[in-house]
């Protein structure tokens, strides 16, 4: 069974940075060899895509987060990233990744990101 696993949220300050991880928890799944999604939901609100990183590398973001946010990839650890920049109180949110396979659909535990002074 195939397990996201998310890592590298916590509290931070407007303005300040965040680097999320997303690992995969068996080397049965190779998150090169498809695409991953990054989704965060706040408190009241549905779950909204945040970005996308495709099999080939292509990237796609929300306009709410472009110039702010990147999402790559290493594949030589299977982890998948969101880099966070320029932080605002309205990214406070849990934040999920999400990537798939033809043996299924594959989401995290989520991590929650806090923005605040």
């Known amino acids: 069974q195939v397990q996201l696993v998310e890592s590298g949220g916590g509290w931070v300050q407007p303005g300040g940075s965040l680097v999320l991880s997303c690992a995969a928890s068996?080397?049965?799944?190779?998150?090169?060899?498809?695409?991953t999604r990054w989704y965060r939901q706040a408190p009241g609100k549905e779950r909204e895509l945040v970005a996308t990183?495709?099999?080939?590398?292509?990237?796609y973001y929300t306009d709410s987060v472009k110039g702010r946010f990147v999402i790559f990839r290493d594949d030589t650890q299977n982890t998948v990233y969101l880099q966070m920049s320029s932080l605002k109180v309205e990214d406070t949110a849990a934040y999920y990744c999400?990537?798939?396979?033809?043996?299924?659909?594959?989401w995290g535990q989520g991590t929650q990101v806090t923005v605040s002074s």
């Open positions: 999400h990537s798939r396979d033809i043996r299924g659909d594959y």
């Open positions: 068996t080397s049965t799944f190779t998150f090169s060899t498809t695409a």
């Open positions: 990183i495709g099999a080939g590398g292509t990237t």
